[in-house]
């Protein structure tokens, strides 16, 4: 996998409308080789059709992408894993000649993709699987034969969509370990989740979308140093409720035994600290943690100001 | 190729499907039930001779009957003129029917034939003979015209039809012959243009519900996953359709004349090429319309009803079997088979049952071919957006404005 660091895609102002619905509406970002790039949003945000339209499957109304500094091509499909969302296999046909079909549709020779689907079937434990219908396959199984045959032709950019949507928690490791993998050995991989927790702990760069828009966009570790607030979490029993009236605190997302605080831009959490300890007599308190805010709240925020900013204009 | 990977994977996953192998065994049966079935059992039972009983009417009169009908299948008996035993014998069935001769014959506009079970067509047309022939003689001998001169009067030529081909060959063939023999290839292609359209319209909402589709396309293009998916279907069509008629001529040809058996429709290899030929042009016709419906559609159940004004066009051929074989070069006959979705059927109906001119042929086949090409780029289009929107139902309106869409 190329290790150098220009950029792999670039999208450059980017506009794809169905209908009335502004699915992509001017987003331009690029990946650069060797990182981990995750675009992030809600349900609907734009995600897929950006990947889309990234993978040569449907082409934008406006707007440029370029891959490896060259326009997109047909052929470029050939160099890029795809695992959309949607992702399934056909049932009645053997699990070897599933890989081997996909893979010679990437381009590798027959002898070539026999050879490789046995190597990646040995590695995630399916060997004794190949001459099996890929309907007897457990979900769990079949989930593991999807990604090989995304990374079957060893591409030079993997693209996975909401990989960890629907995965139970081993298959999740299992495929972050791999993705870790990849970005260890210098791998470029460029993935959408909904999952804001997943993407902070894989990402190096991100792109945050909503309706169609980019939010934000940059180095996960700046956009959390530029954009959050110190937030404190408290896990307690008895009431939070002086806490509200706090010049302290800007916010409070309260659950019945859990709380994350969030202090005002100059606000010292040592302070914070102290007015809990003062009202000890209502309150018991087991965690006292001091955050740096989480994606999710980043987001949140984001949208809201955006929404504020258009309210007033 | 990447094209020719999915023509091989489709017909793959075809051939190796066990409901495609069993029919395709089967199928000869299929068309031999439907095509000599018919032929063979009119042949081995001869029709049941009939025993009409006459009662009233006078002695010569009934002489005269008796003797018509000798060797025509029904036996005539004479039984008193009272209705109370006629009917009794009736309903014990010691007579299929009788008739009671009123007393002024000659004068009689009707008579009447009383059966317990509903009169058959053939019968009747006999018996109305036989009387008919009786009372004629009759009146001929009352005008005094010589006994031994009224056979020959009476003789009259029997009407025998003749096909004159386009080679300038006559050759008989009754209109029931021709009829069959459009019937039973209608149902030929009818049958398999809606079994094969719709297998490439479920193989195409497969990918949709088994979600295949995007892994693909990140492979191939729209256009050639869709035309990879309807080639694949056709090569496994046409092996199977090619198989059928192969076994179902060779079995005819064999074993016909083992069992004694003569076929009525005539298997000329003319027929047989226009069979194939309108059989491939309303494949790849309704194939690329299938293909578009399934991507339209959301599962099979929703193809269904998507698909439903489609089989109207296919049925509407087989409905409209008498108007058309009875009147090949009429209007009706005309503009059916020209118009594209009914075309490929009722073309070959007016080819097998008349001898429509060559330009209308070729007309016909131009009609198809231009109609395919355009249905092909509209159903790409369809494919390309609907192929992509998994899990909902789409209205007409939305799917025409996929069209729209880059």
Known sequence: MNQSKKPVIEVNDVYKYFGSVKAVDGVSFSVDAGEIFGIIGPNGAGKTTLLRMIMNIIGPDKGRILFNGGRLEERDKEKIGYLPEERGLYKKVKVLDMLVYLAELKGLERQVARKAAHLWLKRFGLQGWALRKVETLSKGMAQKVQFIASVIHNPLLLILDEPFAGLDPVSTDVLRDYIQEIRNSGGTVLFSTHNMEQAEKICSRILMVNNGREVLKGRLDEIKERFGRKTVTLEFEGSLEFLKKSELVAGISMYPRYAEVELTEDADPDLLFKLIATNADSLSVKRYELMTPSLHKIFVDQVALKKEREGRQ | ?406
């Open chain 2, 1 to 406: 190729m990447k094209l020719w990977k999915v023509i091989k994977m489709e017909f793959k996953m075809i051939a190796a499907n066990r409901a495609f192998i069993i029919l395709t065994i089967i199928g000869p049966f299929l068309i031999l039930a439907v095509t000599v079935l018919p032929s063979y059992l009119a042949m081995k039972s001869s029709p049941e001779e009939k025993t009409v009983a006459i009662a009233g009417g006078d002695r010569e009169l009934v002489t005269l009957i008796k003797e018509s009908a000798l060797h025509s299948g029904i036996e005539i008996v004479e039984l008193p003129d009272n209705p109370e035993i006629l009917k009794s014998r009736l309903l014990n069935e010691e007579i299929d029917g009788y008739v009671i001769l009123p007393g002024e014959i000659k004068s009689a506009t009707t008579v009447n034939y009383v059966t317990s079970t509903g009169a058959d067509w053939a019968t009747i047309e006999k018996l109305q003979g036989i009387i008919g022939s009786a009372v004629t003689m009759l009146k001929l001998r009352e005008a005094g015209v010589p006994t031994d001169r009224v056979g020959e009067i009476m003789t009259r030529p029997r009407l025998v039809p003749k096909k004159l081909s386009k080679s300038g060959e006559e050759r008989s063939e009754d209109y029931l012959t021709g009829f069959f023999t459009v019937l039973a290839f209608t149902v030929l292609l009818y049958m398999t243009i809606l079994l094969y359209g719709q297998s490439i319209g479920r193989s195409v909402v497969m990918e949709k519900t088994q979600k295949t589709v995007e892994i693909l396309l990140s492979s191939v293009r729209t256009d050639e996953l869709l035309f990879g998916k309807i080639l694949g279907s056709a090569f496994a069509s046409i092996l199977q359709y090619v198989f059928w008629i192969g076994v179902t001529v060779f079995s005819i040809k064999v074993f016909g004349p083992m069992l004694g058996l003569t076929l009525n429709i005539p298997l000329e290899s003319r027929l047989l090429g226009y069979l194939v030929l309108y059989f491939l042009l309303a494949f790849f016709l309704y194939s690329s319309i299938y293909a578009a419906l399934g991507a339209a559609s959301s599962d099979e159940q929703n193809l269904g009803q998507l698909s439903w004004p489609l089989i109207i066009f296919l049925v509407l051929p087989m409905v409209s079997i008498s108007v058309i074989t009875s009147n090949p070069d009429g209007n009706f006959s005309v503009f059916l088979s020209l118009f594209p979705l009914t075309s490929p059927i009722v073309m070959f109906q007016r080819i097998a049952i008349g001898n429509p001119p060559v330009s209308s042929v070729l007309l016909s086949i131009g009609i198809i071919l231009v109609t395919t090409a355009f249905t092909v780029v509209l159903s790409a289009r369809i494919f390309k957006v609907g192929i992509l929107l998994t899990g909902k139902r789409h209205t007409i309106r939305e799917i025409l404005r996929w069209l729209h869409y880059r």
